[in-house]
Structure formats: C-alpha cells, structure tokens
C-alpha cells in the first residue's frame, strides 16, 4: 500500500524567498515519485519526477526535488519564489505496476511582493 | 503536440440525470487514467486503462460510475442517477507506458443541482 503526506495545507512565501514544500511517502516497494502543479482552472502539469537514476532531480521552472530513503521524503524546493510560482503543488507516489498514482492533499503556495 | 483534451470542460445537471464525460488521450498512449478531484480534497484514482481492458477499477466509488475506452483512443466515464456528492471536477491523464508520466487534460468540473 502506498499513502502521501504533504505537510502544511497553505504556504505563504515573499517573492525571492526560498520555497520549501515537504512531502512524505510510505511504500512497500521502491516507488516512483512526481511533483505536479496546478494553476487555477487548469489541469496538472509535471514539474520532475523520480524514477531511481538520481536522488535529486530538477525539473521546469527552477524547481527540485531530493529522494531521501531514510527519511521516506520528497520535499520540493526553489530557491528563489516567482509571483508565477503562485499555484497548488501537488506530491505524488505511484508503486504498483498499473502505474496509479496516489496523491497528497496538496499545498496551496501564495507568493507575497 | 496535441495534449490530452476533455468535453465538456463544464457541466451542470440535475440530481438523478445520467452524464457522459470524454477524454482524449495523447496520439499512442496506451495507458489512460480517470481521476476526480473533488472540492478541497486531493485526487482520488478512478480507472485505470491499459489499451481498451480496465484491469484497475478499484477507485470507481460505486456501481453508479462506469467508463470505457474504444482501442487505444477515447474513453468515456459515465455517471448514472448523479448524486450531489458526484460533484468534483474530473480529470483524465495518459502515458506512454503504465508507471511513465502521466499528462493530464485540463478537467471536467461537474455540479449536480
């Protein structure tokens, strides 16, 4: 069984400010793990994933990620916020071989001038 | 390239009327997902499709819900008797391949009155 938890509903950051968005994951297998982000009315888009080749990956938009196996974590991070970064950010693990994910609650990110 | 399209984007209909929902996955995707989304929750699995058999249909929530999907090409999700909990937006995604990325269309915000 596989579950995601992200921390913190809403996250309230200055532009320029690092962002930092945690998630964590249970599996019982090695898991695949993404990022996704949605912009208001639209669907989600793909900021990186994670398949194995590398414990941190970067993805779009100046965004990345470290696998951390000991700490079962996935935490998003951009060192310097954009207005455009305003968005809910979505964690997510898929382990099973349909390829379902199972997604996190979703962190509300709001960037403040 | 074309991504995933769904019609209609919006869809308002009366407690107890059945409703079609269509997706149209990306030209050679052979694994196409249904989600739904509902209001202030997280991304809840439907379906799972690989080619046109559905092995996965472990998330459709009760025997109201149906989908299908013609080859490797479109697929419809339908909802029989709507209820006022079927209200949520749904979202469809494709992959190359289960376990690949998965690429979502923009949605189908559905309102039961």
């Known amino acids: 069984a596989q579950s995601v938890t992200q921390l913190g509903s809403h996250v309230s950051v200055s532009e320029g400010a690092l962002v930092l968005l945690r998630c964590n994951y249970s599996?019982?297998?090695?898991?695949?793990l993404f990022w996704y982000v949605q912009y208001p009315n639209q669907g989600l888009q793909l900021l990186l994933k994670?398949?194995?080749?590398?414990?941190l990956v970067k993805g779009i938009n100046g965004f990345e990620a470290e696998f951390k196996k000991s700490e079962t974590s996935f935490h998003l991070t951009k060192p310097s916020a954009h207005m455009s970064d305003a968005a809910e950010y979505f964690c997510?693990?898929?382990?099973?071989?349909?390829?379902?994910?199972?997604f996190g609650a979703g962190t509300q990110v709001v960037v403040t001038p | 390239g074309a991504g995933v399209s769904q019609s209609p984007s919006n869809k308002v209909t009366e407690k107890g009327k059945d409703v079609e929902l269509r997706c149209d996955p990306i030209?050679?995707?052979?694994?196409l997902y249904w989600y739904r989304q509902r209001l202030g929750q997280g991304l809840e699995f439907l379906i799972y499709?690989?080619?046109?058999?559905?092995?996965?249909k472990s998330g459709l929530p009760s025997d109201r819900f149906s989908a299908e999907r013609t080859g490797e090409s479109v697929s419809t999700l339908t909802i029989q008797r709507t209820q006022q909990e079927d209200s949520a937006v749904y979202l469809c995604?494709?992959?190359?391949?289960?376990?690949?990325?998965?690429?979502f269309g923009p949605g189908t915000r559905l309102t039961v009155t």
């Open positions: 995604a494709s992959s190359a391949n289960r376990g690949r990325e998965q690429y």
């Open positions: 599996s019982s297998v090695p898991p695949y």
């Open positions: 994670y398949t194995s080749a590398a414990t």
């Open positions: 997510a693990v898929s382990d099973d071989s349909w390829g379902k994910l199972q």
């Open positions: 030209s050679g995707h052979t694994a």
């Open positions: 499709f690989q080619g046109n058999s559905a092995p996965d």
